[in-house]
């Protein structure tokens, strides 16, 4: 009832929500690569939408190429008729997502026998937050199985396109090459994963 009356006053209608994709096997470790550039190039754009918006869209056009190694996923999100109100919920998203960066390090000790190495990645998850303007179905709906996932990516993909983002963040665990991810850790930190 709210809804259809902010609606016909004319009210623009915010969407805050935040997708969690848990992957794992063994070939995963690239991914880790793809989202430090990521880091890396929207640290350097300065707030800039369009910029971060095009690394949005390789992260999401990254995640879909790896949709055999997906394992969980949720997402969460509120709809707001205040800018404001809808900015606030994007911060208090951003202090949780940073909050759950824990990771191990476990490096191997080089000797003779054998060279220095990195563990084998394990697990990463990747967090993805966007706010945007309007009503878009499929982020707006539970994820929780691998063809509403691969929907919602696609949706992000196209809210870019549409220049539709208002704010976009992108967290992961673990942070870097070397870091592991236990499955203690994924228990601990992201309860709200749904195995796919």
């Not at 070939?27 to 880091?39: E, T």
């Not at 509120?78 to 998203?93: C, K, L, P, S």
């Not at 993909?157 to 992108?170: D, G, K, V």
Request: hydrophobic share 40%; net charge negative.
């Amino acid at each position: 009832m709210r809804n259809a009356f902010n609606k016909m006053m004319g009210y623009t209608r915010y969407v805050v929500c935040r997708l969690f994709v848990h992957l794992t096997g063994p070939d995963i470790a690239p991914i880790l690569g793809v989202l430090n550039d990521v880091a890396r190039k929207a640290i350097n754009a300065d707030g800039n939408l369009d910029i971060l918006g095009e690394e949005l869209v390789e992260v999401c056009q990254t995640l879909l190429q790896y949709d055999e190694n997906w394992l969980s996923a949720a997402n969460e999100g509120d709809v707001f008729w205040d800018e404001g109100d809808a900015g606030d919920y994007v911060n208090e998203i951003f202090t949780d997502s940073a909050e759950r960066y824990l990771s191990s390090s476990s490096y191997i000790e080089a000797d003779d026998k054998y060279p220095l190495s990195l563990p084998v990645t394990r697990n990463v998850v990747v967090m993805i937050t966007v706010a945007y303007k309007g009503e878009v179905e499929d982020l707006e709906t539970s994820i929780a199985d691998t063809t509403a996932l691969k929907k919602g990516l696609k949706a992000i993909i196209n809210l870019h396109y549409n220049h539709l983002l208002q704010a976009i963040q992108i967290h992961f665990s673990p942070a870097q090459f070397g870091d592991d991810l236990t499955n203690d850790q994924l228990i601990q930190y992201y309860p709200e994963l749904i195995p796919l």
